[in-house]
């Protein structure tokens, strides 16, 4: 698969929820890291634990979902950059935590997806988001404004 | 100048604390969005927070762990690291140091225009391991805050 391919296999799978063919696209040993929180899943079955934890503790109500705009590689295809909006409402299955947010809630992400590939397949992937705007969604913080 | 020297730059300046050096990397319409920022600031905006900050965080040291660069779009991993030493001056209320470090890995996009400027920047830093972190609480940072104006 050329990286055009990879590229689009991957913004399908992401876009449309399709958690095996999105797995596809993993070497065995690979990483996702979640910066915000310190969590890595290694290796193909974390990672899939991950995506399905992740698609189970939200909804998508129209026009919402996981929304991408710079999508982009570099030249030798090592390394790609998915910047993305996750606009969706928080489900009764969002992970336990202490400053889970009330189910219902209405959140809107900016989330950028750091990820190395090697022989055309995923070896890691690390994710920025800010964790006050999920769990305090509704309420913005502005230094500035 | 190519995208990647503008942003090398800009980071760059950064860690020598050179306000007028980050600030003539910006385009004169840049923009700026981060979770702090409440929607778009300006350079202006920009500027005055880098006075406060200084302040605050005198010692505050950007290190640049990737970049990629497609055209005239960068987005750069980086780690932020500081100790709050210096008071934190709101317009009305000042916040004593914690005299507490973070470390703080974060990405950043930005866009490049034509004049070799950064014209569009993106933070995605995670405010809550910032204020764990500094010891700050988050509610500064509400919209009923004390905040910058501009």
Known sequence: MNTTDFVKAFTDAMTHEGVEEMMKLWSPDGEWLIMATGETFKGLDKIRELATRSVAARTHGSGEGLLPFNVFTNVEGTHLI??????GVVTEQWPASTRKPAVGTEFSLPIILSCDIQNGKF???????????LTE?????HLYS | MTPKETVTKYWEAYTRHDQEGILS???PDYNLRSPLSGGVATKHMVAGGLKLFEQSFPNLKEEVISMVVEGNRVVCEVVETATFTGSLDWPTEAIAPTNKSYSLPFAAFFRVDSQGLIVEQQ???DTAAWIRQVGIDAKLFTPDSKSLKS
């Open chain 1, 137 to 141: 969604a509704g309420t913005p913080h």
């Open chain 1, 82 to 87: 998915w910047e993305y909006v996750h606009k």
């Open chain 1, 123 to 133: 070896i890691k992937i690390r994710e920025y988001f800010d964790l006050l705007t």
């Open chain 2, 25 to 27: 990397m910006l385009a």
């Open chain 2, 123 to 125: 933070n995605y830093w």
